[in-house]
């Protein structure tokens, strides 16, 4: 857009009202006429100053190429021709932090094709704020910046893939649960994922144990045993806290294992704790034991030899229900109660000794090979079944203290042939027999000698 300057208005009226020679002074540029003629004289005068978007005017001149300026003398007619040049202008990229990445110069109208990039960690550079296409004016631009986005995966032991999950830079990412393993302590994760900076794989990190253990009661209980020794030795303590415990199952169909030493501080081995150990050869309890749960040893074929504590107070159903190699079991005057079927089917066993106050239900039904039984004076009741098809006893001795036999208690006993106690519990003991039923058993109750 060209202009017309107030000032060189006010100029030209001045020099036509002056007298003297005038020449006449014409202003062009690409050959349009930018302002009205103007007359001059003998003296210098200010000549125009055009404006054009995009330009910068360098000056007049005239054909051949002098240059006038307003210490120019006109001394005759002149046109003068406006020279011009293409605005530079400054294009400053700007980072994150307003620090100056580069500084460009660049001719009005004209873009950067080339733009400069910028770099920032953990960011994806996306561009920059402003066009740079067709650049008018002085410009700051600046760069803009997205998080990176990484992928974390976490997988376990033998890399398959528990959890994925896309994670800012910098951000912390969530873990799943940590697998369990067997026989093994989860101690924490391969990598730190609190700060992620880039695609990472994390996998658990373990510690190989023997025993995977369970709190209660002030102690430890023996959860599952992870080892493959053939003789286990379970400790009295774990960090200072005592082993009070066996837990159900805990070594459950192990055909390994053939001896175990228990700790002092035992007190209890839950149902089926050491069910189906079929190498399991010889056990002795400790003191302090307290219970022994149902099945807890049941289908131990090769166990030859059980020897009980005085401290042991109960015995659960089929405890040692086909332990088919035991020749002798002791039951001390400790054992208050006992569950059915303890020692049911223990076909080797030829000596009992209880002294336990209560002989459970089929306690020692079918041990086929039982030949000495001694029943101690603490027994006060045998249970139905008690001695079901033991039959290879042939006398026994039934203390006074005994109040109470139950149905069956000799029934399929064919070898027995007495049954004696006391002369003075005599006929109590025939009135006990006269009230219960007895099948395929034939012997005399008779006084002791």
């Known amino acids: ?70 210490n120019s003398i006109f001394t005759g007619n002149t046109t003068l021709y406006a020279q011009w040049a293409k605005k530079v202008l400054t294009v400053k990229f700007l980072d994150y932090d307003d620090s100056v990445i580069e500084a460009m110069e660049v001719e009005y109208g004209t873009g950067i094709d080339d733009p400069p990039a910028a770099e920032r960690e953990g960011y994806e550079f996306i561009g920059w704020d402003q066009p740079l296409d067709n650049i008018t004016g002085d410009l700051i631009v600046r760069a ?12 376990d032991w033998e890399g398959q893939v528990l959890a994925e999950a896309t994670v800012l830079h910098g ?40 025993f995977k253990t369970e709190y209660a009661d ?16 379970i400790p009295n303590e774990l960090d200072g806290i005592p082993v009070i415990g066996i837990s159900a199952g805990a070594f459950q169909d192990n055909l390994r294992i053939k001896n175990v030493v228990f700790p002092a501080s035992l007190k209890e081995i ?41 401290t042991l107070s109960h015995i659960g159903d089929l405890a040692f229900y086909n332990c088919d190699l035991i020749a002798e079991i002791v039951l001390p005057a400790s054992l208050k109660t006992m569950g059915a079927g303890v020692f049911e089917n223990c076909t ?14 089929q306690a020692f039904s079918g041990c086929s090979m039982l030949k000495e ?15 079901f098809a033991c039959s290879s006893l042939v006398e026994v001795y039934i203390p006074p203290s005994v109040i ?46």
């Open 373 to 387: 039984l001694i029943i101690g004076d603490e027994v006060r009741k045998i249970n139905p079944h008690a001695f």
């Open 270 to 310: 839950a149902e089926r704790a050491f069910y189906n150990c079929r190498s399991l050869t010889k056990i002795e309890f400790p003191e302090g034991l307290e219970v022994i749960g149902a099945e807890a040893f049941a289908d131990c074929w090769a166990l030859t030899e059980a020897v009980f504590p005085a």
């Open 404 to 449: 109470a036999i139950g149905d069956h208690v000799f029934s399929w006993c064919g070898k027995l042939q007495s049954v004696r106690t006391d002369l003075d519990n005599l006929e109590n003991l025939r009135s006990m027999f006269e009230q219960i039923t007895l099948i395929y058993a034939n012997f005399e109750i008779e006084p002791r000698d």
């Open 218 to 233: 002030g102690g430890y209980y023996i959860g599952a045993y992870y080892g493959d020794e053939e003789t286990v030795v």
């Open 1 to 70: 857009m060209r202009k017309l300057s107030l000032a060189f208005l006010v100029l030209l009226l001045f020099l036509t009202a002056c007298g003297g020679e005038k020449y006449t002074v014409s202003f062009y540029s690409d050959g349009e006429k930018l302002f009205p003629d103007i007359e001059v004289g003998g003296e210098p005068v200010n000549l125009p100053l055009p404006q054009m978007e995009g330009r910068e005017f360098l000056g007049w001149h005239d054909e051949a190429g002098r240059k006038y300026d307003d």
């Open 144 to 155: 803009r910046y997205q998080k990176r986005a990484y992928t974390v995966v976490f997988v």
């Open 348 to 361: 080797r066993v030829e000596r009992a000794e209880i002294h336990a106050e209560i002989i459970g239900v």
């Open 171 to 210: 951000e912390a990412a969530l873990s799943p649960e940590p697998p369990e393993r067997a026989g093994y302590v989860f101690l924490g994760w391969d990598k730190n994922f609190e700060n992620i900076t880039s695609d990472i794989v994390i996998a658990p990190v373990y510690e190989r144990i023997d």
